[in-house]
């Protein structure tokens, strides 16, 4: 049993007697002139690091243990200069910090993301991380083996395990492991859905039975303490002297050997909190009243005033600028001869100004081309907005019915929410051109095989004079495809995207994935990709500009070499391959190849792409890849656009791209496999 040993056991700071003093210096708060400088980590004079051999000794003497959940590096500091004893760095951030409905979600890569930003707030506190959802309930040796990460990587001195007698033999391999461990019983969260939601627990005699064999059962296996969450006061007195290791009550009542409770319920930072959950600050109030008058200032131009501005001497500004004279921005009467200048500006901007497409414009018109997930969700952002009217082309006829006959299409939004979106659907060019005319974008959302087709559509549909193509296809080479067909490759912006959706059915979308948007400029048609972009933020497209197409590019494909034949293969959505270990590392090993090859081509890639395909996995972690959605359907598939294109350039170069080529042969043996007849629903 792991009890409280007389040396220190933590494995981040030492032994507390070895603990270097702390010289605060002067109380005066600094000035930073830049607002993501850190403030400086003080701590309270001559307080030392707090171990486990600290818990046991409050425990001893009946001395109450104090506990606060903190999520990240302020809250910490905060918790630190308050003398707090433990922080725990709770699963909970998934509601708390991250918005989302549940704890189960929450991954050990956010736990030790969450962990390592309190562990630099905080020096002396005891730290603890909760262990999330799935890191320890399918074997002992798992557990074991992500608690190490855990406190290897997340810098804590120990780790919470929700459950009782069910879990004994983790928490005891991870006692085993030299890990000391806090267990939880009562409410637990991760498995509150089994426990008929968040509910008091043991207000009946077989429940409270339960939960002091679940105590006992924790303290067998070796855990140092224990929480007692949402029971009946009685009952976590009951349990605690029933017990020889301190209990951390949070709703169990006085009588625990410590309490704990939420930093953001403590300081009121929501508007609610649960009943058992004292507010000792209201910081909700204030801080939404401190951003309305923020709001206002910058409306009313009071903020900023000279106090929050910096100054330039008036011959300093008139070397750099010797025909404009210098105005004070802080006068009103300044100010308004500045907004004139800016109007005349505009204007004649505006006259010199005419991109192809203007946001300004009453309507924009737009036809999609390809009638899919992703030609689907795009059509179905960009309608709701009234500003675009939006046409499908698709010769998937039934969806194309569905649509026509009931005016649009139905869109459900990743938070949930569902809209109905006005986007009119036909497998005719001449309907668009008749009912529309020519419109003034086209975009390409079909499969790569298909891109020759689609720019022939497209080069029909466009405006002669001022009409553009966006592609946001995957793979390489599709810009170049539509613009020989059109014959001016100018005509043609390329686009990259990690949005992700999926076909619920006949006339419906839904929208299974957030993920970034890029759209490639240069410096002869930047003011249309800015439209562009315009028109796609508009609509709920989160879009951004950049110069760099080769490294978006290759960012992209990369990212889509992973991901979308692995998911394919291995027949998982995108969430489950970032989750688990043996998965983590192909993923990453065929990155690799992919990055080689883009040095050796000399292609600055923008991101670290294997940050970026367990980013995106976990973004559209409900999404099957279109990848698999078509082995599934046994049709042909982008892998000869994507690793494909990834093994032509190694080859050409002399890089091994050997994974690359073993999966996209897998790929393409499961087609011919398949011995189907190829539709590709566009």
Known sequence: MFRFPRACRSPRDGCESHRPTIDR???????????????????????????????????EKKIPITMVTSYDYTSALAVEEAGIDVILVGDSLGMVMLGQKSTTSVTMDEMIHHCKAVQRGSQNAFLIGDMPFGSYETSPTDAVRNAIRLMKEGGVDAVKMEGGARIADSIRAVVNAGIPVMGHIGLTPQTSSALGGFRVQGKTAESAQA????????????????????????????????????????????????QVLVFHDMMGMFPKVPKFAKTYADLW???????????????????????????????????????????????????????????????????????????????????????????SLIGAKLASDSRNSVWMLSNWKDHVTSIKSRGGLTLTNFDGSQI????????????????????????????????????VKASKLIHPSHGMVLTLQNGLGNREII?????????????????????????????????????AFSENNRAIVEELAAILNAGGIFTEISPDLEGMQWGKLIVNSAINPISAILGVKNGELAENSST???????????????????????????????????ATAQN??????????????????????????????GVNVNLNRMLMGLINSSYQASQATSLIRW
């Open 25 to 59: 210096g002067c109380s005066k708060k600094s000035k930073r002139p830049y607002s993501t400088v850190p403030q400086t980590k003080e701590t309270k004079l001559g307080r030392k690091k707090f171990t486990i051999r600290d818990i046991n000794n409050k425990y």
């Open 211 to 258: 939960i002091l064999k679940d105590a006992t059962a924790v303290e067998a296996a070796g855990a140092f303490s224990v929480v007692v969450e949402s029971v009946p006061a009685v009952l976590g007195s009951h349990v605690t002297f029933n017990l020889k290791i301190p209990t951390i009550g949070i709703g169990a009542g006085p009588q625990t050997s410590g």
């Open 285 to 375: 109030t204030p801080m939404t009243k401190a951003l309305e008058d923020f709001k206002l200032e910058v409306e009313n131009r009071k903020f900023p005033d000279l106090q929050h501005s910096y100054t330039m001497k008036e011959e300093e500004f008139s070397r750099a600028f010797p025909s404009v004279p210098m105005t004070d921005p802080f006068k009103i009467d300044q100010v308004e001869d500045f907004k004139l200048k800016e109007e005349k500006l505009e204007t004649n901007s505006s006259e010199k100004f005419n991109p192809a497409i203007h946001v300004k414009e009453k309507k924009k018109s737009i036809a999609i081309i390809g009638g899919g997930a992703m030609g």
């Open 420 to 455: 109905f979106s006005p986007v009119n659907a036909t497998s005719e060019i001449s309907e668009i051109l008749q009912v529309n005319g020519a419109v003034d974008l086209a975009m390409v959302m079909v499969k790569s095989p298909m891109t020759r087709d689609a720019a």
């Open 483 to 519: 613009g020989d067909v059109l014959g001016d490759v100018g005509k043609v912006i390329q686009g990259v995207t990690s949005q992700a959706g999926n076909i619920l059915g006949q006339g419906m979308v839904t929208h299974t994935g957030e993920g970034y948007t890029t759209l």
């Open 584 to 618: 983590r590392e192909l993923l990453g090993q065929t990155v690799k190849e992919g990055a080689s090859v883009a040095q050796a081509k000399g292609v600055s890639l923008p991101f670290d792409v294997f940050q970026k395909v367990l980013d995106v996995a976990r």
């Open 624 to 653: 099957s890849s279109s990848m698999l959605k078509d082995v599934r359907r046994g049709t042909l598939t982008e892998v000869d656009a994507i690793n494909g294109s990834i093994v032509r350039e190694g080859d050409r170069l």
